[in-house]
């Protein structure tokens, strides 16, 4: 459960099971209480995760060792898809 007590998912399986992840429903804040889905403080609206679309650890695209002058690329998903896991290579360095 959220803060708010909205549920987010039935259990962790369901979260990341299946093809993509959960559909992702209702607001996600930031520890300062921001809505990252409005906030224009938030411009890439990304989940960084690392992770193929089945949950697994996506070894080369995970910014593992990433320094802020290489090149190097991480998974993320765009938030508004609403697919968790549903990830694209983005640049480490993309804020």
């Known amino acids: 459960l959220s803060p708010q007590g909205q549920l987010l998912a039935k259990s962790w399986t369901s979260l990341f099971g299946g093809q993509s992840g959960a559909a992702l429903r209702g607001p996600i804040y930031s ?4 809505n990252v889905l409005t906030d224009p403080l938030w411009p890439q609206r990304l989940a960084w995760h690392g992770s193929t679309p089945r949950g697994g650890h996506a070894r ?3 910014c593992q060792g990433w320094r802020s002058s290489g090149t190097a ?3 993320a998903a765009a938030l508004g898809e609403g697919r ?3 990830g694209h290579r983005h640049n480490c360095s993309t804020p």
């Open 73 to 75: 690329e991480g998974m």
């Open 60 to 62: 080369r695209w995970d």
């Open 31 to 34: 520890f300062n209480g921001r």
């Open 84 to 86: 968790l896991l549903a």
